[in-house]
């Protein structure tokens, strides 16, 4: 009898997004192994339903192998490095392992014949748009060495599925945030706001808010915010789409965002509700390049992927960090 079961190489699977992504995989009734060199990421949040390798997804014989004998249907590649300021000081750390490593899998992809590849992408493309939505259309015009990975990869996945007849999308998540029950974000340094208040909320130590006078309701800058298990769903809805023989070969970017702004003193507030304390703020001049809003048109997420945010109210996020 031939086995049906979808089996999917997910890299950087012991990392936030990834862990979140491996459960959702699971529970969809899908084979996956985690290949992961542990570099940002934690064994101890590697499902126990899933296989795991150790090791660089750039290593391109070892994966061939990996995908030859674990018959992979498809690729959902989560790893990464992606620490803004990092990206900054370390350029060549980043186009290393987020555009080199990144295009030896896909390479080896293509040598095996794995027509599937899911890329974990960021807003970070997009840079300082004025826009007061992002669609997909929005240029391309990172700021930064990080957003700049994305967008060479994005631009290598596209060519490659154009000529190998693959079937390819980037997600461009925007500000991942939020626990599930067994995953929560454990990133050293944590640079990312939610998590961030709410150690400040406990601690007392002061936030630093960057610009209180940008042109919004409250002059505080405007994001999005939208949940891991949000995410990890849209990641398994992508995954079907790629499964499904009416799509057709080639490559598709959609945003994955909850579609709504929250501003920084927004999520001071709830913050401070949820704890029952207060958040020390220290106001300091803006920062060169941070845009005053980045808020996702997700349109297109909903109608190719049958895929809306269930669990990405900013207080509910906030909610899921504390309990
Ligand atoms: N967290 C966010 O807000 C956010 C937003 C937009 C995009 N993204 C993207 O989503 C993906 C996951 O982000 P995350 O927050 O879970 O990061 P993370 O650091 O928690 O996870 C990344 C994982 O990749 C692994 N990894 C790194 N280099 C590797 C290599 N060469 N070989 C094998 N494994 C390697 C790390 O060990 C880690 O487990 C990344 O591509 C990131 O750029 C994240």
Redesign the pocket.
């Known amino acids: 009898m031939s086995d049906t079961t979808t089996s999917v190489l997910l890299?950087?699977?012991?990392?936030?997004?990834?862990?979140a992504t491996a459960d959702a995989l699971i529970a969809a009734g899908m084979r996956v192994v985690i290949?992961?060199?542990?570099?940002?990421?934690?064994a101890d949040t590697i499902p126990n339903e899933a296989s795991f390798k150790t090791?660089?997804?750039?290593e391109s014989d070892k994966v061939e192998e990996l995908l030859r004998d674990a018959r992979i249907d498809a690729i959902v590649?989560?790893?990464?490095?992606?620490i803004v300021a990092e990206s900054s000081e370390h350029p060549e750390r980043y186009f290393a392992?987020?555009v080199q490593?990144s295009l030896n899998l896909l390479g080896a992809a293509c040598n095996v014949g794995v027509k599937r590849f899911l890329f974990?992408?960021?807003?970070?493309v997009y840079g300082a748009p004025t826009s007061s939505t992002i669609n997909e259309s929005t240029p391309l015009n990172p700021v930064n060495p990080?957003g700049a990975t994305?967008v060479a990869f994005e631009l290598a996945l596209r060519a490659y599925a154009e000529a190998h007849e693959m079937r390819a999308i980037s997600l461009?998540?925007?500000?991942?945030?939020g626990s599930t029950e067994r995953v929560r974000?454990?990133?050293d340094p944590e640079t990312?706001l939610l998590p961030r208040l709410v150690r400040a909320a406990e601690s007392g130590e002061p936030l630093d808010l960057y610009g209180n006078d940008y042109a919004t309701p409250d002059g505080s800058a405007l994001r999005d915010y939208v949940h891991v298990a949000d995410v990890a769903a849209a990641n398994l809805a992508a995954v079907n789409y790629l499964l499904d023989e009416r799509t057709p070969p080639g490559h598709s970017a959609v945003n994955i965002g909850s579609g709504v702004g929250t501003s920084v003193k927004q999520a001071i507030s709830a913050v401070e509700r949820a704890t029952k304390r207060t958040v020390n703020v220290n106001v300091l001049p803006r920062r060169a390049g941070d845009p005053p809003r980045l808020i996702a048109d997700i349109t297109r997420a909903v109608s190719l992927l049958g895929w809306r945010p269930r669990q990405s109210e900013t207080t509910r996020i906030i909610r899921s960090l504390i309990d």
Do not use: P, Q
């Not at 090791?55 to 750039?58: A, D, H, K, P, S």
């Open positions: 890299t950087g699977g012991a990392g936030y997004v990834g862990a290949l992961d060199d542990l570099s940002s990421g934690h090791g660089g997804y750039g590649h989560c790893g990464a490095k992606s392992t987020n490593a974990a992408s960021s807003a970070a990080y994305k461009r998540y925007f500000n991942v945030a974000e454990r990133h990312h």
